[in-house]
């Protein structure tokens, strides 16, 4: 049943963005992935690789440190972008807010007397 369900259902959500279900939280929109680096882009390549409204760059690191950042170029969404980075064999995810974000109003329907 499990192996049907659409990977949304799946997964967990920080901002809005999705993340792989497999992370452990370490901080306010901070998380450690269980998997390995390859099969935890994998994961978030199945949902924004193909998105008109993801761009992903490859981020300038140190040495021996591995990172994407996957850009939000959709307007007025809660995230900004996702930070994926490898050290020491540990893959981390940051999921980064939209500083400018400013939720929709919420229309009110006039009732008639």
């Known amino acids: 049943m499990l192996?049907?369900?659409?990977?949304d259902a799946l997964a967990d959500?920080?901002?809005?963005?999705?993340?792989?279900?497999?992370?452990?939280?370490i901080g306010e929109g901070q998380y450690r992935a269980?998997?390995?680096?390859?099969r935890t882009l994998r994961s978030l390549a199945?949902?924004?690789?193909r998105k008109k409204t993801a761009v992903w760059r490859q981020m300038r690191t140190a040495p021996g440190v591995r990172g994407v950042y996957i850009h939000n170029i959709e307007p007025?969404?809660?995230?900004?972008?996702i930070n994926v980075y490898e050290v020491d064999d540990q893959v981390f995810i940051t999921v980064l807010p939209n500083p400018d974000?400013?939720?929709?109003?919420?229309?009110?329907?006039?009732?008639?007397?």
């Open 46 to 49: 199945g949902v924004y690789y």
């Open 3 to 7: 192996a049907l369900a659409p990977i």
């Open 34 to 38: 269980t998997r390995d680096w390859d």
């Open 76 to 81: 007025n969404q809660r995230w900004e972008g």
């Open 13 to 25: 959500r920080v901002y809005g963005a999705y993340i792989p279900d497999e992370t452990r939280k």
């Open 101 to 113: 974000y400013t939720p929709a109003k919420k229309k009110r329907r006039k009732r008639k007397k």
